[in-house]
Each structure stands twice: as structure tokens, then as C-alpha cells.
């Protein structure tokens, strides 16, 4: 079984730019998420989606960032226009949906994104 | 506001020896906690995981201990490997949702 792969694993843009980021989850998976690590900070929440609804974007940053989710399978994540206080690694993760039971999530090998 | 903490940014054990990775947290929400561990340029990988019910759950060489009074958990790694040489993540999930709240990290370097 594959697991999450994210496309680019790195881009590089400089600021003002945009960037648009691949998640595609475990298949079966209906629960995906967004992460993001600033170096040296934690790995911090952006959002979840259950299929193609948005569940919870109580840590997207601002409205810079668009994500969806079209089909409920592979996920997107636009940034534009990108600032240089975006650069960080973007994280997707999934994981399987019933009711009642904590499942793992599962995470990607992540994109590095580098604004210049 | 940092709701899950890992104070030792890095830590260093004798292969055989016991490795005690610490975390804290201040939401008394959170009811179920994980470890993930992560090597250079891959996605973090589920170790292990314990629920609030719990004090202890173990896993072959791993042991993650949680004393909810102290809103603390750690994990035991016993006995430890060269292996086990990357960096640990807890995490913190909220009865009310999915997401996770993760601390900075510790990490961990096995000698031989």
C-alpha cells in the first residue's frame, strides 16, 4: 500500500510569487490534513478536511493560503501571494474515518518551501 | 501559546541503555496523546500512542507512560539502538477534534 506522497518534495520562489502544493493520501483515507513546520518551531496544524469538506481551518495563517480538496481525494494548497515568513515544510497527513476510534495519522515526506 | 512541550531539545544515550524522552502539556482537553518519530528529509512515523484512561502502553522496546495529574507523559526506550537515532515528536489531540498539537521535538542520538 502507498503511502501519502506531496509534490514538489522542495520549491524555491521568490516572494510575491505563488506556489501551489500536491497531497495525495493513503487511498480509502477520508480524513487529510495540513501541517507546517517553521524551522525551529513546532509542527503546527492548518487544517482538515473530511472527503472534499473543510472540517476544521482553524490554523490556516491568513487568506494567502487556499486549500481544496476537489473529489475528496488529493489535496492542493495554494499560497499567493507566497512572503518570505511562509518558507517552512508543508506537511500533508491522513488517516482512515470511523466513528469512535483514534486512528494515527499518517504524514508525507513533506514539501520544503523556500521563499527568497 | 505552546500547548505541548518538549524541554530537552536533544538528548544522548549508550546503545543498550534506557532513553527517557519527556513532554508536557497545559490543555486539560487533550485526551489522547502520540509519539511520532522522525528522520532527516522523511514525514514524522507513528511510534506509539496512549489514551487519557491510560497510564501506560507498551510496545516492544517502547513504553509510553502518562500521569494526567501532572500533565505529563514520556516515553521509554529500552534498551535503546543505534537505530533509534532521530528526532521525537509528542503530540496531543483534543476529545472535541483531529487535529494535532505537537511539541518542538527531542533528539535523540544512540552511541554505540
Known amino acids: 500500500e502507498a503511502g501519502v506522497t506531496q509534490f514538489p518534495s522542495h520549491s524555491v520562489i521568490e516572494k510575491g510569487q505563488t506556489v501551489t502544493l500536491r497531497c495525495d493520501p493513503i487511498?480509502?483515507?477520508?480524513?487529510l490534513y495540513w501541517y507546517r513546520r517553521v524551522m525551529g518551531k513546532e509542527i503546527k496544524f492548518l487544517l482538515h478536511?473530511?472527503?472534499?469538506?473543510?472540517?476544521?481551518e482553524s490554523g490556516m495563517p491568513n487568506n494567502r493560503f487556499l486549500a481544496e480538496r476537489t473529489g475528496g481525494t488529493y489535496s492542493t494548497l495554494k499560497v499567493q501571494p507566497a512572503e518570505l515568513e511562509d518558507s517552512g515544510v508543508y506537511f500533508c497527513?491522513?488517516?482512515?474515518?470511523?466513528?469512535?476510534?483514534?486512528?494515527?495519522?499518517?504524514f508525507g515526506p513533506g514539501t520544503r518551501l523556500t521563499v527568497t | 501559546d505552546q500547548q505541548v512541550k518538549q524541554n530537552s531539545p536533544s538528548l544522548s544515550v549508550q546503545e543498550g541503555r534506557i532513553s527517557i524522552l519527556n513532554c508536557d502539556y497545559t490543555n486539560s482537553m487533550f485526551d489522547y496523546f502520540l509519539w511520532y518519530k522522525k528522520y532527516p528529509a522523511e514525514g514524522p512515523t507513528f511510534l506509539i500512542s496512549?489514551?487519557?484512561?491510560?497510564d501506560k502502553n507498551e510496545d516492544g522496546r517502547f513504553t509510553v507512560f502518562l500521569n494526567k495529574s501532572a500533565k505529563h507523559l514520556s516515553l521509554h526506550i529500552v534498551p535503546s539502538q543505534p537505530g533509534d537515532s532521530a528526532v521525537y515528536f509528542c503530540a496531543a489531540r483534543r476529545n472535541s477534534g483531529y487535529a494535532l498539537n505537537f511539541g518542538k521535538g527531542t533528539s535523540l542520538l544512540v552511541t554505540p
Open positions: 478536511f473530511v472527503k472534499e469538506s473543510k472540517q476544521d
Open positions: 497527513a491522513s488517516s482512515p474515518r470511523l466513528a469512535g476510534i483514534h486512528y494515527e495519522q499518517y
Open positions: 496512549i489514551s487519557s484512561i491510560k
Open positions: 487511498s480509502g483515507h477520508d480524513n
